[in-house]
């Protein structure tokens, strides 16, 4: 079945660090890609996404590039904030995210000044 | 952007006891809904899709006759996890979608669920 692997955190930054959080898939199909992160207290927001190979989503700094030959989605952002610090998830759907949204485990970062 | 909310935040119940969450979509309508549980360290994972005025599709392996879902208006689906037991404790988490041609899924901040 569909499935997200993505690194396991916890991952601990110094401010301005540059952050990777890799995520890998397996899917039947061609999927949808998410990243959604999760501030303390809230609920997930979907950060970014991408729709078919070699699109690259992007928000806040943060981008991922789908590339369909690793299947691979990594979460990259080039200089990070105490604000970023949160829960990040990977996730696929099958369905374009209306259906069945595939999570993986979650990387938990910490930003610090 | 679209708020969800569930209510309430956290619970403490007893064993044997029926405890019921509710999920609101404030400012849109929600023609689907989705619960799903999430384990300490673990991802979330799929227990149920609902949609307005018909019956839930529940995932396999999801008991539909202790984890009740019923979406009986578009801004309003609730879980009522029956006779709980303390492998029910969870953190379990809904989202929505407004249809069309927006599929984003909104999700909720979740509900802790601890059955003594």
């Known amino acids: 079945g569909d499935s997200v692997t993505q690194m396991e955190g916890p991952v601990t930054l110094s401010e301005e660090a540059f952050l990777t959080i890799n995520c890998t898939y397996t899917?039947?199909?061609?999927?949808?890609l998410f990243w959604y992160v999760q501030y303390p207290g809230e609920g997930l927001q979907l950060l970014l996404k991408?729709?078919?190979?070699?699109d690259k989503g992007s928000n806040k700094g943060f981008e991922a590039t789908y590339r369909k030959e690793t299947t691979s989605f990594h979460l990259e952002k080039g200089s990070v904030q105490v604000s970023d610090s949160a829960v990040y998830f990977c996730a696929l759907s099958t369905q374009g995210g209306s259906e069945k949204l595939v999570f993986g485990k979650g990387t938990k970062l910490t930003v610090n000044p | 952007g679209a708020v969800v909310s569930q209510h309430p935040s956290r619970v403490i119940c007893k064993s044997g006891t029926s405890v019921k969450i509710e999920c609101r979509s404030l400012d849109f309508q929600a023609t689907t809904m989705f619960w799903y549980r999430q384990f300490p360290k673990q991802s979330l994972m799929l227990m149920a899709t609902?949609?307005?005025?018909?019956?839930?599709?529940?995932e396999q392996g999801v008991e539909k006759d202790k984890f009740l879902i019923n979406h009986a208006s578009l801004t309003l689906s609730t879980l009522t996890v029956t006779s709980a037991h303390p492998e029910d404790s969870s953190f379990y988490i809904c989202s929505a979608t407004g249809g069309g041609r927006s599929y984003e899924q909104y999700f909720g901040p979740g509900t802790r669920l601890t059955v003594t």
């Open positions: 899917a039947t199909g061609y999927p949808s």
């Open positions: 991408a729709t078919k190979a070699d």
């Open positions: 609902s949609n307005e005025g018909s019956k839930a599709t529940y």
